[in-house]
């Protein structure tokens, strides 16, 4: 058995987990960041948590895996985004804890073990992720190992779709994040409101408090909005630009789709999608289409994937 | 030692090369396609030339290592995209004449390979080669291994940077290849002639017979041409678009250029497009830079690489 611990912006949560993914016991406790060896100790006691909630013994684990939002290397953090972790020894602090081995991960990297293992993925040997959060990540299984690259890697929000476009959090203009990312439906949502004074999307607005989300859009679309639905796909539209890149650059068998977004309604988004990268891409030439599915284990995927790690490196 | 192949459009090539990846002989014939059978002859035909020519006996041979324009899997080659072969067993076909083992490989990926092991990308574990010439072509090393995707991998050309733009030969708009591959260059030169009519690049192009090349901006631009200087610009503003989403996506430590535009003035391409990638790249955030080089193997990395392609799978 493994146990994986998958590290949040405001969450830490682990998982026991057994050989074939199944969860058999989870932990969670709100980040607290109190400096690196406080860290740890919380870390190892959430473990600590999933083994008594396991009814497990340590000398049953084989290793512990740890997903983090940063980069990795040797048992070290890097950095990470909204943690102050700067080359950190964490698998050493967590080891005087806990006298098990520990790998680190990326989270985005963890998740999309998780998913290859254990949901989406499962069978294939190239495999992609890409989830459509706040940002837009990835995470590559390449040659049936995880692709790790340089540490930061999977990077795929930041791909330039439209030279001089929209400004993206990264400084460059026109990346597939400031169109395809929650953040970017939400800009184009906003806009459209702004041209169409008429469009349901402000009535269902008002219903959600006035907030506009991710999923406004979608919702005025599916009662048949017209505004809506042009914005819809549009949306689709850059959304399919970015993965038939990934589609002629890398050729996965399988790519899925995680994050918030992922879930709206199919006919709004899985099909024009499919639709739009079966016609364009490369591979089409040889007749080698890939799947374009969603993910299946939502949260899971990271503890699951911090799990089964060793399975992917 | 072993026998590389380089399938080409026009010519076969074949050199006998050594551990080192030294070509200790090599023989070339022109491609003259009557049937598959008879092209598995021509290629042993070639392979007992550099046995002859470098004075070594078959059973010196560990293996043979051909380089195809197409898709390959399995000793058979699925298609190529200048001769008529389809689904041909190519390896079996081969040893009816010289029985050796024989690999087979997309061309791009062995001169990746020659550039990876001999050339440009000598000691890194992650490395992309790009191609610049009539399209733009690619190459994968991730993980020290050669990555062979779905069989067409690598297709970085057909990789959309500006969505809606200029049509490409696949059939989507705007893709990288369409801006950065010579034909794309050559069209915004013509392009920027009709606007231009003082620019030098008239001259220089009157000097060449009236052709419009690949190579007629920067001679113009090195000559001081405001327009042609210009154009140069725009051309590596294209250049870096994509070197950046690569090196987002893939963060390969070295990506090299090849191909004919590759042998442009260092201050008008390398310099430039290096600045611009280091200033817009996602990994400068951790200082992990990418180096951005010539490719140095030239016309040998294909033989090269198809002779040592068992280090890189």
Redesign the interface.
């Known amino acids: 058995m493994y146990i994986g611990i998958d590290v949040g912006g405001t969450n830490l949560k682990a998982g026991l987990v057994d050989e074939s993914g199944r969860i058999l016991a989870d932990a969670r406790t709100p980040l607290d960041f109190r400096g690196a060896e406080a860290f740890a100790a919380d870390l190892a006691q959430l473990a600590r948590d999933v083994l008594r909630k396991g009814g497990v013994s340590e000398d049953q684990i084989s290793y512990i895996g740890i997903g983090l939002p940063g ?1 990795v290397a040797h048992g070290s953090v ?2 990470t985004c909204n943690i102050p972790l700067k080359n950190v020894p964490l698998a050493e602090l967590f080891r005087r804890e806990i006298d098990l081995p520990v790998l680190l991960e990326n989270d985005a990297n963890c998740a999309a073990v998780g998913e290859w293992l254990c949901g989406a993925g499962r069978g294939s040997r ?1 495999f992609v992720t890409v989830t459509l959060g706040t940002g837009v990540g ?1 995470g590559f299984i ?2 049936g ?1 995880l ?1 790790a ?8 929000g ?6 001089g ?1 929209a400004l993206c959090s ?3 203009r026109g990346c597939w994040e400031a169109y395809t990312s929650a953040t970017g439906l939400i800009r184009m949502t906003r806009e459209t409101m702004a041209r169409h004074p008429e469009s349901l999307l402000h009535a269902v607005s008002a219903e959600n408090g006035g907030r506009v989300e991710g999923r406004t859009a979608f919702q005025a679309a599916r009662a048949g909005d017209k505004a809506a639905l042009e914005l819809c796909r549009t949306y689709v ?2 959304l399919a ?1 970015g993965m ?3 589609v ?6 399988i790519l899925a789709i995680g994050g918030g977004i992922s879930g709206a309604p199919e006919e709004l988004l899985l099909s024009p999608l499919r639709a739009q990268v079966e016609e ?1 891409c ?2 089409r ?2 007749g ?1 289409l890939p799947r374009i599915v969603r993910a299946e284990l939502g949260n899971d995927a990271g503890i699951i994937g911090a799990a089964l790690l060793r399975r992917a490196i």
């Open positions: 980069a890097l950095y190239n990835g390449l040659n190992k692709y690259g340089g540490g930061t890697v999977g990077e795929v930041h791909m330039v779709v439209e030279k476009g990264c400084g460059r539209s850059y630009a038939t890149n990934l002629n650059i890398l050729q996965p068998e364009e490369y591979p030439h040889i080698k």
